[in-house]
């Protein structure tokens, strides 16, 4: 494919300057599922939010050009512009001053640049030094500059560089090709990386020298993340699996019908994004996991037969956004999902969500209150629980049905103290439709 890099550095520069030109999004921050269907096979495999909108990634792997797809798209999910720039890979990440540092190759050359969110750029640096490599994935060094895993013949290449793009070190696990890269506590490196048999978990300790790794037959990892001191894992087929350095595991988030493919952490709790069977359909997948695995909530998004989450990255108010891909028929599709903090998507921005005919719904006997509160579940066999979170996204109380199928909140969280005046959302755990009702204790 014959490539112009003025023209790739032109498209890029344009994305962020037409982000930057749009109003910065009001507090109560709009949510969204919003499908890109697109001529031929697609799929956004990653997602960042910039000062106005959200910044879109992935690839096209069945039109035979290794062209990659960038969407800029406004706090709506609203296509500012959609562009395939000539290059063969894309990877991006967010600097710590806000900056998009975007890897990708030409001609077999792999370059990386940083452009501000007025469309200026930065730097920009290629790298001939590493023929034939394709930027996988770039992330932040917690003591500045960035870590960049890349493919090629020989293997795995890790990159470590410097706050302007320039090589502090590289390192190369061979037979090997790598699927995801975080900076852990102590500027040590985790990398996952696909091999004979299985995957393999790799770290690499500030000067790129191998500080350990363990092996993990048979599993296909796609995503890997620091976590309460480990290592969480994202294996396509296995859920989420939380080992020490060592590989010992510590605890597997594995719900029947659920693949799992990509990994954020969000303070002390972990977001996976992935798809799950529902009948004969396969539907998005977001959870929110706490330290030992356990489902805060359990959310299915999208229509249709066939959708799938590649990847989850967190938003300034607390919620999430999530991309992948669709089947429509003849060709695959994109699709984006901006949810609250909740995991839950609200049609019209602000709340207030009309559920579909037929969907069951949960209603209060006397909103607002200033004592307890009875709850119905109409429309279908109650669930085994209700969980109450304020407006944080903080898991206040869980609720179990009495006998008569009806839930009794006494105005208290599961520490037993009362639960201030405010506004509460009470949804249904796993496994029923994700309906919300709206409390307001006085």
């Known amino acids: 494919m014959v490539v112009d890099p003025v023209k790739t550095a032109s498209v890029s520069v344009g994305l962020v300057a037409l982000l930057a030109a749009v109003p910065a999004p009001c507090p109560a921050s709009p949510t969204f599922l919003a499908a890109y269907p697109c ?28 062209d990659s797809r960038i969407l800029a798209v406004d706090p709506y999910g609203v296509i500012l512009l959609d562009s395939l720039p000539p290059c063969e890979s894309y990877a991006a990440c967010l600097s710590p001053d806000g900056c998009i540092v975007s890897a990708f190759a030409q001609d077999g050359m792999p370059v990386i640049r940083m452009d501000s969110q007025t469309g200026s750029p930065v730097w920009l640096r290629q790298y001939p030094a590493y023929p034939g490599c394709l930027p996988a994935a770039i992330t932040p060094r917690p003591g500045g500059g960035y870590l960049a895993a890349m493919g090629g013949s020989s293997g795995s290449l890790v990159l470590g560089l410097d706050p302007g793009g320039n090589v502090k070190w590289d390192a190369v696990i061979p037979a090997s090709t790598p699927t995801a890269i975080s900076a852990a506590p102590g500027d040590t490196a985790l990398v996952s990386v696909i091999v004979t048999g299985g995957s393999g978990v790799v770290i690499l300790d500030p000067d790129g020298q191998t500080a350990g790794g363990f092996d993990c037959p048979g599993l296909i990892l796609r995503d890997i993340e620091p976590f309460q001191g480990d290592v969480a894992l994202a294996a396509v087929g296995s859920g989420v699996i939380l080992c020490d350095r060592s590989g010992l595991q510590a605890w597997q988030y594995s719900p ?16 996976a994004a992935g798809s799950i069977m529902e009948g004969s359909a396969r539907r998005s997948f977001l959870a929110l996991l706490d330290a030992d695995g356990a489902a805060v909530w359990e959310r299915s998004y999208g229509y249709g037969d066939s959708f799938r989450s590649i990847s989850v990255s967190p938003c300034s108010d607390g919620g999430f956004c999530s991309v992948g ?8 599709g994109s699709f984006a999902i901006r949810t609250d903090s909740l995991g839950l998507v609200w049609p019209d921005g602000v709340g207030g969500q009309e559920p579909a005919p037929g969907t069951p719904v949960l209603t209060a006997s ?9 709850i119905t579940y109409a429309g279908g066999p109650p669930p085994e629980r209700l969980l109450v979170f304020d407006c944080s996204g903080r898991l206040v109380e869980r609720l179990s049905p009495t006998d008569d199928g009806r839930f009794l909140w006494d105005g208290s ?22 309906t919300v009702l709206r409390l307001v204790r006085l």
Not at 39 to 58: I, K, N, P, Q, T
Not at 366 to 374: E, H
């Open 39 to 66: 001529e031929g096979d697609d799929f956004l495999r990653g997602s960042m939010e910039v000062s106005a909108g959200y910044w879109l990634f992935g690839s096209v792997p069945a039109s035979g050009s290794g």
């Open 256 to 271: 029947p019908g659920v693949e799992v493919f990509g990994l954020v952490v969000s303070g002390d709790r972990l977001a």
């Open 325 to 332: 891909g669709y089947d429509e028929g003849i060709s695959l």
């Open 366 to 374: 006397c909103n607002p209150s200033t004592s307890s509160i009875w």
């Open 413 to 434: 969280g599961e520490s037993g103290m009362e639960a201030p005046a405010g506004v509460y959302l009470v949804s249904p755990a796993s496994g029923h439709p994700a």
